[in-house]
Structure formats: structure tokens, C-alpha cells
């Protein structure tokens, strides 16, 4: 495998070579590869939503989403679908409903935490798809009503896919993101994903698609997410990306495409990308962000690991404090016991921290021992973190 050691099989950011991450970039989209899309934009494949109608209702559809699943998997890593709600007055609708939300939600806490924003430099909603459900059930039906984002979803993750939301607006002068990946290893700290091996990070990406909804008009002064071609296929890019070598290599070949009211983006989340900066006098760029995940991504049980951590707390601890566990020994245990990935949870009161995600329930169960917590802090800690993640 290539950038990593041959006997741990791990992606080291060190090892991680510039000069073959240049090699996948430098590639070109020809049209004979993609042969539905109107034009091809910067490398970037761009489709009429309104021609590819009649195909996406009919016999046609798996032949689209071929494609759309090729260029997203070892294409240019990026699909745009023009006119992908040909009736803006959904959008109108929506705009005008997570306008109102956002300044509810600013006047009760005064903003949340952002991935890659401090707080208070965007409006941001977390869980946009259940509160535009909440707030007006009609609006919601036809705005996520669309054949050409379902059968995007679907030619990238399958059926029963599981969407998600999140609406950004940025203002004039907002600043732009630093390049990076996106979930699920794109959401943790650099020592946390190369704990991940090799073929983890291959198959991360394929869990996830993102995807992006323009509720204005973006022009290029607006800040539109620079994209970077064909880097989803640099496979240690999890490893790579913090990189000041990568990032520059980004910000000397990112693209950019203006889109128009009712356009829609999606790529792969393995992709460099980044927010533009909005250099406009008065764009507030209004976007909503669709993160949808495999149907796959579930554990086959359920299991109550609250009540489990409440129970061995107080012998790990003991354990713990008599030298009777191994620090493997301990690690182990706790794995065994307690919820070890931060999501899915609600980003309102649970916005992420130290990093890019929340604290999980096994690492705090960890640093609850090593810093001698007594049980009874221990589970009103545990009731907290449980209460912040409800939906509701």
C-alpha cells in the first residue's frame, strides 16, 4: 500500500508524498467519460437536472447513477446538478423558515459551534432536515420531494439511505476554510485517524456523500466551496490533508464554479475542499448542507452502553487504582463497554469540542480513571452527556 509502513499497514502523515498527490490531480475529465453531462466546468462534470428527468423516471436511471457513482468514485470526485429544484419558490419558502430559526436559536444561546468556523462567524442550523420538519411539515415534503437528489444518494451510498442537514450562511467578509476531508475520519483529531488502518480510510468515504443546496445566487465573489478534482483518490489524504505541503498544493489548483439559485453540488468527502471566503459587498450565502450516510452504518444490536458504564465503573475502578489492569487491559475493557464514536448526536447541545467532534463516551470513561473520578461524578457526567444527545 502505498505512504504507509508495509508492516503495520497505516497511513502515515510523514510518509504521505506530495509529489503522488499531484500525480492523481493532474488527471483530466474527457467527455467521452462522461457523457450525460451538459459540459464539463474546471474538470468538473456539470448536469441539466431538467434533461436527465425523463431518464431518472424511467428505464434510463441506472445508467445515470452509473456514471454519477464512477465520477464520484474515481472521477473528478465532484457532480454538479444544475437546476436541481426547477421551482425556487420551495427554496423561497425554506429561506424565509430557516431564517426565522436561525434568529430564534441566536436569540436563545447566541449561535453554535461550527467544524471549521469559530462560533459567531457564520449562522449555522444543526439538524436543518427535522426542524424545517417541525416548523412546517408542507414545505419539507416538497422540498426534499427531488428524484435528482435521491438518485444521486442512491448512485453513491445505495438504498435506504439516511439523510441529514445542516444549513451554513455566511456572510460578506466571512473568511474561507482551510482545506480539508469530511466525514466520518475527516472529523477527528490527527492522532485519532492514524489510529485508523489503511483500508479504514478506504472505506470511509463510501459511507458518506455531501452535498450542498444554493438557496441564492453564488457568484464567485460569494465564496462557492473551492473543490480540488480527482484528490478523492489520493487514498491517504485522511493522513495528508493538515499537511502545509497538501494545503498549499490545494490552494494553488482548487476550483471554483458559481451557481445559481436551486443548483446543487455533491461529491465524495474524501475530495479536498473548503468554504470560499465571501469577498462580496452584500451575498449572504445561503446554503444547506446534505450529509447523507449508508444505510449500512448501524451496529446489529442495540445496546443500553450507559447503564453498562454505570455498572463496571466502579470495578474498573478499583482495578484501576489496585494496578490489577494493563493500560491495553483497560483500553480493552472500556471498548468492550462504552459508546466510542460521537455521533450521531444533537450538535445544538452537543457541539463539537478539543477537535472536530464531541468527547466521546469511552474517552470520557477513560479520563474519568485516570483522573480518579468517583462514581458518583462519573454517572452525573454520564447523565449529561445522554441528555445532550437526544433529538429533542
Sequence with gaps: MANTDELTGYYDPINCNVRDFE????????????????????????????KLQSALDGEGRRTVMAEWARVLHSGAGVVVLKGAYSDSG????????????IEREKQNSGGGADHFAASGANDRIW?????????????????????????VCEAWLGPNYQMTAQVNLVHPGGAAQQAH???HLGFQTADVSSAYPAHVHEVSPILTLQGAVAH???????????????????????????????????????????????DAVFFNPALFHAAGANSSADIHRFVNLLQVSSAFGRAME??????????????????FAEGALTQNELAAAIAATAEGYSFPTNLDRDP????????????????????????????????????VKLAS
Excluded at 23 to 50: F, G, W
Excluded at 90 to 100: F, Q, R
Excluded at 236 to 260: H, I, M, N, T
Excluded at 354 to 370: D, H, K, S
Aim: with cysteine; proline share 8%; glycine share 4%.
Design 302 to 319: 442495540t445496546v443500553d452502553r450507559d447503564r453498562m458504564c454505570r455498572l463496571v465503573f466502579p470495578h474498573v475502578a478499583r482495578a
Design 352 to 387: 463539537p469540542s478539543n477537535g472536530l467532534a464531541p468527547e466521546t463516551q469511552a474517552a470520557f470513561f477513560m479520563r474519568a480513571i485516570e483522573e480518579g473520578l468517583s462514581e458518583e461524578q462519573f454517572c452525573s457526567r454520564l447523565t449529561q452527556m445522554a441528555a
Design 90 to 101: 420551495v427554496l423561497d419558502e425554506a429561506t424565509k423558515i430557516y431564517g426565522s430559526i
Design 216 to 262: 441564492c445566487e453564488m457568484p464567485l465573489d460569494s465564496g462557492p466551496t473551492k473543490l480540488l478534482p480527482f484528490s478523492q483518490i489520493y487514498k491517504p489524504g485522511y493522513a495528508a490533508w493538515r499537511r502545509e505541503d497538501f494545503r498549499k498544493v490545494f490552494e494553488e489548483r482548487c476550483v471554483q464554479l458559481p451557481l445559481s439559485k436551486g
Design 181 to 183: 476531508r469530511d466525514y
Design 23 to 50: 500525480a492523481c490531480i493532474d488527471q483530466v475529465t474527457r467527455p467521452e467519460n462522461v457523457p450525460l453531462a451538459m459540459a464539463i466546468e474546471k474538470n468538473i462534470p456539470v448536469y441539466d437536472s431538467a
Design 127 to 151: 439538524n436543518s432536515l427535522q426542524k424545517l420538519c417541525e416548523a412546517a411539515p408542507d414545505v419539507f415534503l416538497h422540498y426534499f420531494a427531488n428524484p435528482a437528489i435521491s438518485a
